[in-house]
């Protein structure tokens, strides 16, 4: 299964800094959901989005779907340590290659992101 | 959410050898899921393990080198056989949420190191 391109790949910044991630695709997504890794922890789900154009906001986080279903973005705002983490995206509901297929979760690249004070 | 319990946390292996790492849920779950995740990488997928049947794998994993048990609804375990240096990463177990939420839930992972 190839995995769905994520950039940056990796990205340092102080703190209050604000800071866009994307998820991109050439396919259709019926859905795409949003992890968060902290080190040593397993990924936490952060955000589903299923609609074409959908924008969730999760205090500091919004998160956007694509208007085609083919990419996503998150935006931080005014980012803060505790931000610190790996950021994965992961589609379903499109072509197996990228998806699985079936019940499994595939990821994106992921963005290591590191907020400094 | 389901509570997931994986050992051990970390373990330093010599080449060669195997590893088995165990994965127990707080409830009764159909499919269990083992992820890799290379140092600074994403996670991989390496197997869907089924209760009753043997377990599904990806593309470039086998089951000689990653055997896997289920003997029951809420345990798991995964093997890494004749390990090597290129082996060393983070192995996490994961389930779906039973509240069918769609949510992905993970064990802390096992970082393993082979030396």
């Known amino acids: 299964t190839q995995l769905l391109e994520q950039s940056p790949q990796f990205l340092s910044i102080q703190e209050g800094e604000n800071l866009t991630v994307y998820c991109n695709s050439s396919?259709?997504?019926?859905?795409l959901q949003w992890y968060r890794q902290e080190p040593g922890e397993g990924p936490v789900l952060l955000v589903t989005?299923?609609?074409?154009?959908e924008v969730k906001k999760l205090k500091r986080l919004t998160f956007q779907f694509g208007d085609a279903r083919k990419d996503s973005s998150l935006h931080i705002t005014a980012a803060q340590p505790g931000d610190t983490g790996l950021y994965l995206c992961?589609?379903?509901?499109?072509?197996?290659?990228?998806?699985?297929?079936?019940?499994?979760?595939?990821f994106g690249t992921g963005t290591q992101l590191k907020v400094e004070l | 959410s389901a509570v997931i319990s994986q050992k051990p946390s970390r373990d330093i292996c010599q080449r060669g050898t195997s590893l088995t790492i165990q994965c127990q849920v707080d409830?009764?779950?159909?499919?269990m899921f083992w992820y890799r995740q290379q140092p600074g990488q994403s996670l991989t997928l390496i197997a869907t393990?089924?209760?009753?049947?043997?377990?599904?794998?990806e593309s470039g994993f086998v089951i000689d080198k990653f055997p896997i048990s289920r003997p029951n609804l809420t345990f798991s375990t995964l093997t890494v056989s004749n390990m090597s240096p290129e082996d060393s990463s983070i192995y996490l177990c994961?389930?779906?949420?039973?509240?069918?939420?769609?949510?992905?839930?993970f064990g802390a992972g096992s970082r393993l190191t082979v030396l």
């Open positions: 396919s259709v997504f019926s859905s």
């Open positions: 992961a589609p379903r509901g499109g072509p197996r290659r990228l998806t699985g297929g079936g019940n499994k979760l595939t």
């Open positions: 994961s389930v779906w949420d039973a509240t069918g939420a769609n949510v992905l839930t």
């Open positions: 989005v299923v609609t074409g154009g």
């Open positions: 393990a089924n209760q009753g049947s043997e377990a599904t794998y």
């Open positions: 409830s009764q779950v159909t499919m």
